[in-house]
């Protein structure tokens, strides 16, 4: 009887054992690569919208946790690697978001000051009645 409890328990760890290894890829998550992909697009955006320029730290974090996930990928760490890449297009939508606001107020300040001058040149060119 001993020799029988002795192969069950055996059994159990056997297939214990079995289960880890097959549940183990299974629950692995996906190499992020689609995330990732997008995340470096929403960084050359924020580049060539100005990111440099008018919001240099939003997109130096972008372009640093970019770097992070694909070094997480690169490690198989592919859960850290997607959340690296989202934070990487939060932080680089931000910085274009950023930069485009900044010039569009920039654009704004010079239309108002070509009308003020243009008001000016007008109430100097004004014929008395």
Do not use: C
Not at 50 to 63: T, V
Not at 80 to 93: G, K, N, T, Y
Not at 99 to 114: C, F, L
């Amino acid at each position: 009887m001993t020799a029988t409890l002795r192969d069950l328990r055996s059994a159990g760890v056997a297939a214990a054992f079995a289960a880890i290894l097959i549940a183990g890829p299974v629950s692995a998550a996906p190499a992020p690569t689609e995330q990732f992909a997008v995340a470096r697009a929403a960084v050359a955006d924020a580049v060539s919208a100005g990111g440099a320029e008018f919001a240099p730290i939003a997109l130096r974090g972008a372009q640093d946790k970019l770097d992070r996930a694909n070094a997480a990928m690169a490690a198989g760490a592919n859960r850290d690697a997607r959340r690296w890449s989202e934070e990487a297009e939060a932080d680089a939508r931000l910085a274009a978001a950023t930069a485009r606001a900044t010039k569009a107020e920039r654009a704004v300040a010079e239309v108002q000051s070509g009308i003020r001058a243009l008001q000016e040149e007008l109430a100097r060119n004004s014929i008395p009645r």
